[in-house]
């Protein structure tokens, strides 16, 4: 899991001992440029290190779908050259770029990104006055937590969320 990704994300990534491929989503606070000028390097590393068949599920605020069809546009042709030279077995064609993304806002309420193999990631509103919207996201899992503001002020929701003692929930 990466939360935002800035053009130092994929030359940290490595180093750190976790190889691309096993990057499995991305999520995305807001959207100034040095929050998400890596994401493209970082699609191509993990698809092309990886044989992955599947895109990479990118989360994020609304307006998250302008920028995964961006990057997905501006590597077309690169996704091409890479099938074309490597062949389809080792760069499956359909794991090019970034195949979903989520809407998530709200105000007061969280909204559940991913729930899967007992890992909760919820998005909640952030103030990042003027970039609206922009979420932070909270990590549940085997009975604890992490929360990752972005580049919030200190605002009553964020507290809220970073205090909540079990995950929160999409309903009402
Ligand atoms: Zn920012």
Redesign the pocket.
Same mark, same amino acid.
């Given at each position: 899991m990466v939360v935002d990704v800035g053009s130092g994300a994929v030359r940290r990534i490595g180093p750190a001992g976790i190889p691309m491929s096993k990057v499995e989503d991305v999520f995305l606070t %807001?959207f %100034?440029s040095d929050?998400i000028d890596g994401l493209g390097e970082l699609l191509m590393q993990r698809w092309a290190g990886g044989a992955h068949e599947a895109p990479m599920p990118v989360h994020g605020p609304t307006g998250v779908e302008d920028v995964v069809a961006g990057f997905n546009q501006a590597y077309l042709h690169d996704d091409e050259y890479r099938v074309a030279h490597h062949g389809p077995k080792i760069i499956p064609p359909h794991g090019a770029g970034a195949w979903r993304c989520v809407r998530a806002a709200g105000r007061g309420q969280g909204v559940v990104v991913l729930d899967v193999d007992g890992l909760k990631v919820t998005a909640f509103a952030v103030s %990042?006055l003027p970039?609206t919207p922009a979420v932070g996201y909270r990590f549940d899992y085997l009975g604890r937590s992490v929360v990752v503001s972005g580049?919030t002020v200190k605002s009553a929701n964020l507290q809220k969320f970073a205090e909540a003692p079990t995950c929160w929930s999409t309903k009402p």
């Open positions: %807001h %100034h929050h %990042h970039i580049d």
